[in-house]
Nanobody, 128 residues
Framework: QVQLVESGGGSVQAGGSLRLSCAAS????????MGWFRQAPGKEREFVAT????????YYADSVKGRFTISRDNAKNTVSLQMNSLKPEDTAVYYC?????????????????????WGQGTQVTVPS
């Protein structure tokens, strides 16, 4: 079992920046693919970004590509999401997620059901 604790949410004006962080409790953090998802009011949860076990591979939703950057620090058991040029449509609850992954190879995970553990979510608000 892995516990994920998020921080860094808040309100920021359009065009501004915000950095979200997620701390994992387990000693096997480096064995997990990590991802960020978000859920806006009245909408389904959607994929935002993912990063491979060692951090060498990243992938982003088209809606955030070029604006958001996912990173991880396996020594500190943390994953972060740097969000720049924020837009009102980025307003959502953002969730950190972890997926069990094989020791060899890289598989990009963009679907909610591919992840095994989830954080509590943190609110990001970008007023229009």
């Amino acid at each position: 079992q892995v516990q994920l604790v998020e921080s860094g949410g808040g309100s920021v004006q359009a065009g501004g920046s915000l950095r979200l962080s997620c701390a994992a409790s387990g000693r096997t953090f480096s064995s997990y693919t990590m991802g960020w998802f978000r859920q806006a009011p009245g909408k389904e949860r959607e994929f935002v970004a993912t990063i491979s076990r060692g951090g060498g591979t990243t992938y982003y939703a088209d809606s955030v590509k070029g604006r958001f950057t996912i990173s991880r620090d396996n020594a500190k058991n943390t994953v972060s999401l740097q969000m720049n040029s924020l837009k009102p449509e980025d307003t959502a609850v953002y969730y950190c997620a972890a997926a069990r992954s094989p020791l060899l190879g890289v598989v990009v995970k963009t679907k909610e059901d591919e992840y095994d553990y989830w954080g509590q979510g943190t609110q990001v608000t970008v007023p229009s």
